[in-house]
Nanobody
Framework: QILLVESGGGLARIGGSLTLSCTASGRTFSGYPMGWFRQAPGQEREFVGT????????LYADSVKGRFTISRDGAKNSVYLHMNSLKPEDTAVYFCAARGTASQAGSTRPDDYDYWGRGTQVTVAS
């Protein structure tokens, strides 16, 4: 069984930082695209960033470019979302996702991802 488990969410101050972690089990995802999405109440799931494989240059949504970075650790089968300069509009449930075929490109579309974590809440407030 393939599982993705996010952690690291919580309450952050405006301008602060948080790092989210996503650890996969059931398959090694080193060569698979992994991404982060987020969903605020009443809104659709929104693309945050993605990397096609370890060492690939990540792609980011314009809303987080320059503030968020994605990294991956193959040994830990994990992907991370480092969030800086947080804004209230970053408040959302953040989801980790993985595509099911190796060597694909990363995608901004949620429908292109086959595996999802259950999400972790990030709240940004003063």
């Amino acid at each position: 069984q393939i599982l993705l488990v996010e952690s690291g969410g919580g309450l952050a101050r405006i301008g602060g930082s948080l790092t989210l972690s996503c650890t996969a089990s059931g398959r090694t995802f080193s060569g698979y695209p992994m991404g982060w999405f987020r969903q605020a109440p009443g809104q659709e799931r929104e693309f945050v960033g993605t990397t096609a494989w370890i060492g690939d240059s990540p792609l980011y949504a314009d809303s987080v470019k320059g503030r968020f970075t994605i990294s991956r650790d193959g040994a830990k089968n994990s992907v991370y979302l480092h969030m800086n300069s947080l804004k209230p509009e970053d408040t959302a449930v953040y989801f980790c996702a993985a595509r099911g075929t190796a060597s694909q490109a990363g995608s901004t579309r949620p429908d292109d991802y086959d595996y999802w974590g259950r999400g972790t809440q990030v709240t940004v407030a003063s």
